[in-house]
Structure formats: C-alpha cells, structure tokens
C-alpha cells in the first residue's frame, strides 16, 4: 500500500492524546474501607471495574477514528501494476485539448469543447499540486509550449475557446513528446482530448520516447449532422459592368439525412442580389446557380449564406472579385495601323484602346493594360522582350500578329522566353481553317452548335508555327494539314496568343470573316487576371496583385470591411506585381481590403478551412482497431467504460483508492463511541 500525502502520517501522533486523557482519568486514588459499609464496597469495587472497561472500549473507538482519518487524509491506495502517478516523484501531464471547429457540436454537457475542458479539469484533479502541466490546443500559442504549474494550468484550460485552425494528431503527438523531453522526470504522460474526426487521426506512429505513456480520450456528440457551402466561382474568368453573370455554389452534405428546399442567400456589397433554394442526397452535394447583374465597376464584397444548426462556422461563405468598367487595350504597331483591328475596337466602349509606335514605347505604362497586341513587328528588341515577358507573367495578356518578312530569330527568342513555341518557315499552300475549339473558353459560348458544313477562312499563306510536347497548350484554330493556325500558351499568370498570319487579304481571308470579331473580342475579354475569389484561413497562401503603381517607401493595411481590424502585412515587389503575405494575422473569415493610404486596392476574402465540416469520426472500436493493427502499444484509449471518467483515470493512474473506505471506518468509530457513551450505564 503506498500514499499519495505520505506527509499526513504525521497525524498519527495525535493518538497520543485520547491516551493522556484516559490515562489522566485512570489515576488510582487512596482508598479508605469501613467495616459497616462492606456491601456497598463490593458493589463500588464492581461498578468500577465496569467503568474502566468502557473508558479502555471508548480509548480504543477513539485511537481507531483518528487513525483512520489520518490515513484518509495521506489518500492510501493499492498500486497498479503499472500505475502512471507516482507520489514520490514529479510527474510530467501534457495535455491537448482539441478546440477545432468540429468540436462546437452538442454533447451532453454543452458543446463538445466544454466537454473537453471539464475532462481537462479531471485529468488534473487527480496530481499532485507540485506536478507540472502542460497545456496544448489547435492555436500552438507561446504560452501553452511550457510546463506550468497546477494552478495555471487550471487558468488555462477555463481560457480556451473554439479556433479556426485544424491540427492532425501526428502533430499533436510530436509536439507532446518534443515539450516531455524538454523536461526531466520519469513520469511523463500525454493526454488527447478530440473528437477524433477521421481527417484528423490520419497517419500515427508508435511514439519514440518509451517513457511516455499517451491516452486518447474520445468525446462523442449528439448530433453530426452539418451542411456547409464548399466553394464558389464565376462561369466566366471576367466579370463587366451591365452583364449578368453566374455564381456557381457547390454545397456539401456530411450527414445521413436528406435535405429539402434549404434556402441559400447571396448578398453584393452588403445588398441582396439573388436567392435560391436547394435539395441534399445524404452524404451527397449539390451544385445551385445564382444569377444577378453587376450595376457598378470596382471592388465587388460577396457573402453566401445558409442557416445550419450546431455547427455554424461554415454556413458563410466570403468572396471578392472586381467589375471592369473597360478593358484597356495597346496596340504595339510595326508600320502602320492596323484597319480591322481599329474598326473592332475604338468605337466600343467596353475597351480603351490605343495605338503607339514600337519606337514610341512607353515601358513604365505597360502595366496598366490588360491585352497587348504586337502588330507586324519585324523585330522584337532585348528590352521590349524583357518587359513584354515580365507584363505576360504577372497576368498580361500578349497577342502576337507576325509581320510578313519579321526577324525570325529575334521574335522566336521572345517566344521561347515564354514557352510559347516559335515561327519556322511559310508554307504557301493554300487551305482552310477545319477545326475551331468550341470547348475553350473563347469559344464557349460563341456558338449554339456548329454546322457539318462550316465555313471557315481560307489561308493562302501562313507561318508554321512549332510547339513542343511539354508545352500546356490549346490549339484555338487548326488548318487543314493539322497546323496551327491559332495557338494560345498560358506563361506565368498570363496568356500568349500566336497567329499564323498576319491580318492581310493577301495572307487570309480571316480579318474579314465572321469568326474574326468574337475571336479576338473574346480574346479581349478574358484578357483581365483572374484573381482568386477567396483565400483559405491556415494556408498562409501569398496572395498575389498584378499592378504595382507604389513607391517603395508606401505602406499598405488590410482592414475588415467593419474597419475595427487593420495589420500592415508583408509586401514584396515582384516585377510588375505584388506579393502579399498575411502571416496568419487574419484570424476571422470575412471581406477584407488592401488599402494604401486609405484607399481600396482591392477587395479579399478569407474563409476557414472546409476540412473541419467533414463530420465523420472514428467510433472507439475502430479505434482500438487502428491502434491494434498498426500495433501501437504505449497508446492507449480510456475513458470508453460505464465507470465515471474520474473513476476511470484514477483506477488507472493510481490503482485501487483506499481512502474512502478509511473515511467510513472513522465515521464508524465515532458512532460506536457515541454508541457505547450513551447506551452503556
């Protein structure tokens, strides 16, 4: 038998004083006998020797009682065979309490963190107060990546509250057992206190440290039932002023019930635009299109929305896009203008369009347009290269129209600096147009249905253009000996676009064909970046602008659309662009703006990770299963019996508690002294 306060022993020394009083009233006194008195002498003689056995019976109830609460208070108890506390050593207790999102559903005790930290409080209750603890959640804050003591630990845990960042227990684990090694005992022992979602458990390991002995401790909800909005996105990558768009929303179901007519609301800056409602299969998804008209340009703040009880943290859905007022065009001519491209787009409003000299070139603009079109340049210079490829590679579109006599090799260095192929040789047979990429996004939407016998541009005369395999890239149009005609290769975050001919009668019959205005007006409007609509909260993504007009000396803030939030983030000029880097300082999903100097660069939205709406969990004999077949044998499940979790943890540290029965055998004492006190004449 062994003791938890082996310092409470002391307390035995206070059997001494029942003693010293009985022996205080045991004094032997003189006595004096009277011959005429003998009969009341032999009834005194016997009266007393009644007297002296019931004060020795009282002295014994008396001696017990104390004896019996003191051992109480020195909390005796039989050792387990391997029991986990050890009173006469230090004992290290790490802690990790799982305050994911996944853990606001409903248990019997509230929600599942409240469940978790109760069970936390437990943990402790059964160490010593010079044990050292510590304590660990889903945030990995400093002050949780030590060892504290009883009572700080305790303040800790009534701290924690739900986070938005998701851990696996691999980390976990290896986190735990990195802090056990920092400190010196031989009792270490980690704690796991989770739901145990499957997209949480993952891969584990047996742990390498074989002093420490971890327990994972399952918590289970009444209810998982959860339905959330997954994603979102445009049908179109460019959003204009006075155009219906469509916003397609994917929406998740992780239950087994079904669901019906579930309202979805969308809401632009603030203002309802459109709303829908749905049907959910069990365990299913279901795609809901929502159309509505952008009515004014700029920094657009969308916010989706369902209501969906307990787990609410995904119910909302923030994105931000911005609304072109016009497409900005420059035409980098060779010779002269170019007439069809003129008659295209000058007259339309949809597009700022402008004409300069390749010798007339000013490069610091660049930037500030959204397509740039090479028209008949018979040679491409080393500077005009450099800028051409940092514009295409921060999101710029290139549009490159060969001249009739270029120099080939000065042009195919430019191209191949983009990976966009190269001009060989003209091939002067003459032959059609015979296959037109209804599937790309240019000609998506062009065509109901193309008719069997199509008329296509004849070409007379055209650059064969050469790709190597290794290219990502989309034949737009092809002739008819399988040659390119059109070409489009994504470089960086831009596009290049490659003709075969130049826009000539003598060359094709293109610029004057039917196919020629949605060609490059479609190529025109795609010709804007498009940006991510959202960013994922615990990615730390580098979120990237493709104009740069700052100074190096500027500061930028992002700041939450209420503007009670605002950090100064990282910031890196690359080419033409910039490279933002929140640092994770964004905690709250919500529409977010970069702002410099108080003005709205642009419109970003943060959302929390979609990993923790998955509400499938492990059941504790899968578990166990998990656990055997990886043959993991210094982790253990606890706290899965009828008994009350305390219960549990304590016959498991500390093997068999003795000090209650020590508490009932001194109540027991003292009800037999009061007992023989009153009943015994």
């Not at 460019?238 to 998740?252: A, D, F, G, S």
């Not at 992780?254 to 069990?282: C, H, M, R, W």
């Not at 010798?359 to 500077?383: D, F």
């Not at 010709?527 to 190096?552: A, H, M, T």
Request: net charge negative; aromatic share 12%; hydrophobic share 40%.
């Amino acid at each position: 038998m062994d003791f938890v306060n082996p310092g409470f022993l002391y307390g035995l020394l206070a059997v001494s004083i029942p003693i010293i009083i009985h022996l205080f009233n045991f004094r032997r006194f003189k006595k004096v006998y009277f011959t005429n008195v003998a009969f009341i002498r032999e009834l005194k003689q016997e009266t007393q020797k009644q007297n002296r056995l019931k004060h020795l019976l009282v002295l014994l109830l008396r001696i017990l009682a104390i004896i019996a609460l003191v051992l109480a208070f020195a909390r005796p108890f039989i050792p387990a065979k391997d029991n986990l506390i050890r009173p006469q050593e230090t004992n290290n207790v790490s802690v990790y309490i799982d305050n994911s999102f996944s853990m606001q559903a409903e248990s019997d005790k509230g929600t599942l963190v409240e469940s978790a930290k109760e069970k936390a409080l437990e943990i402790a209750s059964v160490y010593k107060p010079s044990d050292r603890f510590q304590l660990l959640t889903n945030d990995m804050e400093g002050r949780h990546q030590r060892f504290v003591s009883k009572e700080e630990f305790l303040n800790l845990v009534d701290e924690i509250n739900v986070s938005p960042v998701s851990l696996g227990l691999s980390q976990v684990m290896i986190r735990q057992e990195e802090l056990q090694k920092q400190e010196i005992s031989k009792m270490k022992t980690a704690y796991i206190i989770s739901d145990f979602q499957k997209n949480f458990v993952g891969e584990m390991d047996e742990p390498n440290d074989s002093l420490l002995n971890t327990f994972l401790i399952p918590l289970q909800a009444f209810n998982n039932d959860n339905i959330y909005i997954d994603s979102c996105w445009f049908d179109a990558p460019v959003q204009q002023i006075k155009q219906q768009v469509k916003l397609c929303v994917r929406i998740k179901n992780s239950s087994e019930n079904t669901y019906e007519k579930i309202p979805l609301k969308l809401s632009i800056n603030g203002n309802q635009k459109a709303v829908a409602s749905f049907d959910l299969e069990a365990i299913g998804e279901a795609l809901v299109v929502l159309s509505f008209t952008n009515h004014s340009p700029g920094i657009q703040s969308g916010e989706l929305e369902i209501n969906d009880h307990p787990v609410i943290f995904d119910d909302r859905f923030y994105f931000s896009y911005f609304v072109y007022a016009e497409i900005s065009i420059l035409c980098i001519n060779g010779t002269a203008e170019n007439s069809y491209l003129n008659a295209l787009f000058s007259n339309d409003s949809t597009f700022r369009f402008a004409n300069v000299s390749s010798r007339m070139i000013n490069y610091s603009s660049l930037p500030e347009y959204n397509l740039i079109l090479l028209n008949e340049l018979s040679e491409i210079s080393s500077g005009l290269a450099d800028e051409l490829t940092r514009f295409v590679e921060s999101g710029g579109s290139l549009v490159f129209i060969p001249a009739a006599n270029p120099d080939l090799p000065s042009v195919n260095a430019m191209l191949e600096r983009m990976s966009a192929g190269r001009y060989s040789f003209i091939d002067s047979t003459g032959q059609k147009i015979t296959q037109l990429n209804i599937a790309h996004p240019i000609y998506a939407d062009v065509f109901d249905e193309i008719p069997e016998n199509i008329d296509l541009p004849f070409v007379s005369k055209n650059f064969k253009i050469e790709v190597t395999s290794r290219m990502i890239q989309d034949k737009l149009l092809t002739l008819q000996n399988g040659g390119i005609f059109l070409n489009v290769q994504p470089f960086g975050k831009g596009k290049v676009y490659l003709f075969a001919v130049p826009f000539k009668a003598n060359f094709s019959s293109f610029p004057k064909h039917a196919i020629f205005v949605p060609t490059l007006y479609k190529i025109a409007l795609s010709s804007n970046i498009e940006e991510n609509l959202y960013q994922v909260l615990g990615k730390n993504e580098v979120i990237k602008i493709r104009q740069n007009n700052l100074g190096p000396d500027q500061v930028l803030t992002i700041r939450n659309g209420e503007g009670n939030f605002e950090f100064i983030p990282e910031i890196r000029h690359v080419g033409t662009g910039l490279e933002i880097f929140p640092h994770n300082q964004v905690t709250t999903a919500g529409n977010y703006f970069l702002k410099n100097q108080g003005q709205a660069i642009t419109g970003l939205s943060f959302n929390y990770d979609r990993t923790e709406s998955e509400m499938i969990f492990f059941t504790n004999t899968e578990l166990e299963n998990y656990l055997a077949e990886r043959k993991i044998k210094r982790v253990q499940l606890l706290g899965i019996s009828d008994k009350p979790f305390i219960q549990t943890l304590t016959d498991l540290s500390r093997g068999v508690q003795l000090w209650k029965y020590f508490v009932f055998a001194a109540l027991c004492f003292l009800l037999a002294e009061v007992i023989v006190l009153r009943f015994w004449k």
